[in-house]
């Protein structure tokens, strides 16, 4: 069975950090897109980073470009997100997701797996 599992959330305060995780089991192999993606109350969900886990290319919504880091471990089959210089608009529900072919975009319409999501709280 396919699943993803998101850690690592929590609450901190602006300017601080927080690592996510997101464990990826029942794939043959690691999925060669994945993103995560952030929804908070009253807004739609918007792609926040995405990555080919083949080569690694990686993008990044304008929002947290310059603060966000995806990565991944395909060893372990486990997606990253290192959230820095968090702020109070960054709140939200985090969630990881994968897809396994077409063009590897930030639409969240175009994933097909998804966790349950981890939820990120940035006090002022």
């Known amino acids: 069975q396919v699943q993803l599992v998101e850690s690592g959330g929590g609450s901190v305060q602006a300017g601080g950090s927080l690592k996510l995780s997101c464990a990826a089991s029942g794939f043959t192999y690691m999925p060669y897109c994945m993103g995560w993606f952030r929804q908070a109350p009253g807004k739609e969900r918007e792609g926040v980073a995405r990555i080919l886990t083949g080569r690694g290319n990686t993008y990044y919504a304008d929002s947290v470009k310059g603060r966000f880091t995806i990565s991944r471990d395909n060893a372990k089959r486990t997606l990253y997100l290192q959230m820095n210089s968090l702020k109070p608009e960054d709140t939200a529900m985090y969630s990881c997701?994968?897809?396994?072919?077409?063009?590897?975009?930030?639409?969240?319409?175009?994933?097909?797996?998804w966790g349950q999501g981890t939820q990120v709280t940035v006090s002022s």
């Open positions: 997701a994968a897809r396994n072919g077409g063009y590897c975009s930030m639409g969240p319409r175009e994933y097909g797996y």
